[in-house]
C-alpha cells in the first residue's frame, strides 16, 4: 500500500479516502490571497500580548518579542497563525476601496507598549490638545528587534509579491480606531531595506514649493488620499473622519507632526507618493510638475 502511494503521487495521483484525486492539469489562473502585509504594535509587555493573542478573540501570524528573547543564538519569533490560514488582526478596515484586510493580509504585532497613556485619553488628547505631541512619550523599537522584522517582513513581501503601498500599519487601514504601530516606527528604515513606500524627497520638495503657494482644496486632498489607498470620504469637510485619516498618514509619512492638521506638506507628501507608486491617480488632476 505504501508503495502504491508514493507511485501515486510522484505520478501527479493523489490517493485520498474512497477516491483519486489528479493534480496533472494544473491552471495558471490563479493567484495568492495576501495582498497586504500590516505592522501593529501590542501594546503590552511580552507575557500579556501573548495571552491576548492566542485567545478567543484576536490573533497574528506572527509576533515579535524583544531582541532579549533569542533560540539557538539566533532571534526568536513567534508563530501563531500559519500564513495560509486567516488571522484576526486588522478588524474593521480598509484599503484602497478593499475591506475585510484580515481576508487579504499577513499581521504581524511586535512586541512594544506603545504611548505611555491609556487609550482613551490618547483618543482625547488627539481630538482636543494641540500640542499633545508634547505630552505623549511613546515605548521606542529597539533597533535589534526592527533588524528581525526587517527579515521577517522582506520574507513575507518576497514570498507574496506584495506592492510597496500594501505594506501598512494598523492605522493606515483602520484610522478611525487604531494608532499603532505609532510614530517612532521607523517606515523610511523598512523602506531603506526594500520594505513598504516612501516617497521621493526632491518630488517632496517640488510639491511643497507649489502647494505654499496654491494649496490643494481639501476636496482635493480627501480625493489624494482615497486615491492612494486611504479609507476616507471625500466630503469637502474637515470632519472627524479626515482628521483621522490625516492623522495616521502623518504617523507614517510625517511623524514629527501628526496633529491630523492639512497643510502643504502633507499634500506635497501626499503627491509625491501617488507620483511614485500611483500615476495613473494623477491624470484627472492638476497638470504635473
Not at 489528479?22 to 490571497?33: E, G, I, L, Y
Not at 501593529?40 to 500580548?49: A, I, K, V
Request: hydrophobic residues 35%; proline residues 9%; charged residues 20%.
Amino acid at each position: 500500500m505504501a508503495i502504491t502511494l508514493v507511485m501515486a503521487s510522484c505520478s501527479g495521483l493523489e490517493q485520498r479516502p474512497g477516491y483519486i484525486v489528479d493534480q496533472r492539469h494544473v491552471s495558471p489562473s490563479h493567484s495568492s490571497r495576501i495582498r497586504h502585509l500590516v505592522i501593529h504594535y501590542t501594546d503590552g509587555n511580552e507575557s500579556r500580548s501573548l495571552t491576548t493573542l492566542t485567545g478567543p478573540r484576536v490573533s497574528a501570524h506572527y509576533v515579535l518579542p524583544l531582541p532579549a528573547r533569542r533560540s539557538r543564538g539566533q532571534p526568536l519569533v513567534y508563530q501563531l497563525v500559519d500564513e495560509s490560514r486567516r488571522a484576526w488582526h486588522a478588524g474593521e478596515s480598509a484599503w484602497k476601496k478593499r475591506s475585510n484586510i484580515n481576508d487579504t493580509s499577513i499581521g504581524i504585532e511586535i512586541v512594544n507598549e506603545g504611548p505611555n497613556r491609556p487609550y482613551g485619553e490618547i483618543q482625547r488628547l488627539l481630538e482636543t490638545q494641540p500640542s499633545y505631541p508634547n505630552v505623549i512619550d511613546w515605548a521606542p523599537y529597539p533597533d535589534a528587534q526592527i533588524d528581525t522584522l526587517i527579515r521577517l517582513a522582506r520574507d513575507i513581501v518576497a514570498h507574496y509579491d506584495i506592492d510597496p503601498t500594501n505594506v501598512v500599519g494598523h492605522a493606515d487601514i483602520a484610522p478611525s480606531r487604531k494608532i499603532d504601530p505609532g510614530p517612532l516606527f521607523p517606515w523610511y528604515r523598512l523602506h531603506q531595506a526594500g520594505i513598504g513606500a516612501w516617497p521621493e524627497a526632491n518630488r517632496v520638495a517640488d510639491y511643497l514649493t507649489r502647494f505654499s503657494q496654491q494649496p490643494p482644496s481639501l476636496t482635493e486632498l480627501q480625493t489624494a488620499l482615497a486615491d492612494y489607498g486611504y479609507p476616507v470620504e471625500v466630503t469637502g469637510q474637515y470632519d472627524p473622519q479626515t482628521r483621522q485619516v490625516l492623522r495616521a498618514f502623518q504617523m507614517h509619512f510625517r511623524p514629527r507632526d501628526y496633529r491630523g492638521l492639512p497643510d502643504a506638506e502633507t499634500a506635497a507628501i501626499v503627491w509625491a507618493l501617488r507620483d511614485r507608486y500611483r500615476p495613473e491617480s494623477l491624470s484627472s488632476d492638476r497638470p504635473p510638475l
